[in-house]
């Protein structure tokens, strides 16, 4: 029997953590939870801790995990609480290996301390590189991490590259993301002002958290993976195409200069590119129902209607401008879609705030990680008060 891996999954109450968990129990002879993290449900992270005896359970709230603590204290669990609590698992030099599945731009400072320690990661979180690309990936090469895409999209064409990198040498003419369209593909484009959060988080396909859900279906989603792709494989945005696919069996390609198209299928299940990532370079069971492709009622593509998906025209529209615009766009979205779930905003006024945003954005390069952290502040600033003088 091999060594046993020892994992932290940072936001293990998330969807993508609590995948990662069952995967993780599929496969108890090989991995073992070394650390989980949540920001406020302490329930279920009670409920983690006592399944699966991790060393260390961290909060940023020092309150909830004072409280978490009392909860288990007839458990071994460590409970760690403050701001740096969740660096602190992150780069233990007893894991082994990291998931990064907290949401949105929370996820950077645990994310980039796993880097730094060197860790193996096995990255959900694409706003962290969407917002540090650059920096993100030069960290990545000289701490020699090792990076492993778990957005499926990514973990497809990860799949589809011979080892995991674009390169020169390697042949290829352009890589395909594949998108379902979400929830709203055939919705009639003059009542989108009605979308409602639980339609709009209506995914057809994929159980998904609410924010990603309303990414979806702007498309805002396939912006952020569009520029994730573009530092995750060091290639350049105009070499990268989004088309719809709306059975999501396709889960991405990469078409080679020589005409031949290498695309990775399965079914609408984060479990697999999980296990892969988890796996890698070997391959672990992962519990996913497997594809029947003669059951299936066909695979259609389509291109992208930038009308209906403003959110995915302005991701491209950026997509070649210094990084502080990246910031603004993730920024401005993670604001807009979180006024539009609480109801202050409609659908249709998200992309209205990003571009306003973008539009009073400089176009600068952040090359630190405090530069980062104020851009992202101002443009949330930005988005905020576009927001107050909508509602
Ligand atoms: N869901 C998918 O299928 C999918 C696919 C590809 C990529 N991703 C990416 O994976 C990430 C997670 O997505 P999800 O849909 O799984 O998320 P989710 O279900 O909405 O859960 C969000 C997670 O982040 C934690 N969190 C939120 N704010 C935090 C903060 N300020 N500090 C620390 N932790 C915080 C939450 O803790 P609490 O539960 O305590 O609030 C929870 O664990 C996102 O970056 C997303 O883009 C997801």
New binding site residues.
């Given amino acids: 029997m091999g060594i046993v891996k020892q994992v932290t999954i940072?936001?293990?109450?998330?969807?993508?953590?609590v995948n990662t968990l069952d995967v993780i129990s599929t496969n108890r002879d090989k991995y073992s939870v070394f650390a989980l993290?949540?920001?406020?449900?302490i329930d279920?992270?009670e409920q983690q801790c006592r399944t699966y005896a991790p060393t260390y359970a961290a909060l940023?709230h020092e309150k909830l995990a004072r409280e978490l603590g009392e909860r288990l204290s007839d458990l071994p669990t460590v409970v760690v609480g403050g701001d740096n609590s969740?660096c602190d698992v992150a780069s233990h030099p007893d894991t082994d290996m990291v998931m990064a599945?907290?949401?949105?731009s929370?996820?950077l400072q645990p994310t980039l301390a796993a880097v730094r320690a060197g860790k193996r990661i096995l990255l959900?979180?694409?706003?962290s590189l969407v917002m540090s690309g650059k920096l993100f990936m030069e960290q990545v090469r000289s701490n020699e991490a090792m990076l492993l895409p778990?957005?499926?999209e990514h973990n497809a064409i990860y799949q589809c590259l011979a080892n995991g990198a674009v390169g020169h040498a390697s042949g290829v003419k352009r890589l395909i993301l594949t998108g379902s369209g979400g929830p709203l593909l055939r919705a009639d484009i003059s009542k989108m002002i009605t979308v409602t959060p639980d339609q709009a988080c209506a995914h057809p396909n994929?159980?998904?958290?609410?924010?990603?859900s309303v990414?979806s279906a702007t498309m805002m989603?396939k912006g952020?993976e569009l520029l994730e792709a573009s530092f995750l494989f060091d290639i350049s945005p105009g070499l990268i195409d989004v088309m719809i696919h709306p059975e999501s069996i396709v889960h991405s390609m990469v078409e080679y200069l020589d005409g031949s198209v290498v695309a990775q299928l399965g079914n609408p299940d984060?479990r697999t590119p999980i296990a892969h990532g988890l796996a890698w370079p070997d391959r672990v069971p992962s519990s996913v129902e497997p594809l029947n492709l003669t059951s299936n009622s066909g695979l259609h593509f389509e291109e992208v209607d930038h009308d209906r998906f403003p959110c995915l025209r302005l991701a491209r529209e950026i997509s070649e401008e210094p990084q502080g615009l990246f910031i603004a766009l993730n920024a401005a979205n993670e604001v807009a879609v979180k006024c539009f779930l609480d109801e202050l905003i409609a659908f249709t006024d998200i992309p209205v705030i990003i571009e306003a945003v973008l539009e009073q954005t400089k176009a600068e390069e952040a090359p630190t990680i405090e530069s980062v952290i104020e851009l992202d502040r101002a443009a949330r600033e930005l988005a905020l008060n576009r927001v107050n003088r909508k509602s």
């Fill in positions: 940072l936001g293990s109450t998330s969807t993508i953590g993290t949540a920001n406020t449900n279920l992270l940023r969740l599945a907290i949401l949105g929370a996820g959900a979180n694409k706003e778990i957005d499926s994929w159980k998904m958290g609410r924010k990603i990414d989603n952020l984060m």
